[in-house]
C-alpha cells in the first residue's frame, strides 16, 4: 500500500504468538521461516569472516616463503667452504 505523501509503506513486524486470527501450522510456519532467515544471516557473516582469514593466513604464508628465499640468498657460508675446497685441490 502506499502512503499519502507516495511512498511505500514499510512491511510491519508482527509477533505470531499475539497476531490473531493465525493458525497454529501458520506460526510454525513463520517460526521455521524466521529460523532460516537467521541461518542464512549468519552463513553470510561467517563466509566473509573466513574469507578475510583466509586472506590473512595466504599473506602470513606467502610472506614466510619470500623471506625464506631472501635469507637463503643472502646466506654465504657454501661459498667460504667451496672456495676453502678449491685451496685445498690446489695445494694438492
Known sequence: PREPSGEAAFARRIDPQQEPG???EQRRLMAR???AQRQRA???RLRSRNAL??????AVVVGIYGYTFYSVSQERFLDDLEQEAEAARARA
Open 22 to 24: 493465525l493458525s497454529p
Open 53 to 58: 582469514l583466509a586472506g590473512v593466513v595466504g
Open 33 to 35: 521461516v524466521e529460523l
Open 42 to 44: 549468519l552463513q553470510r
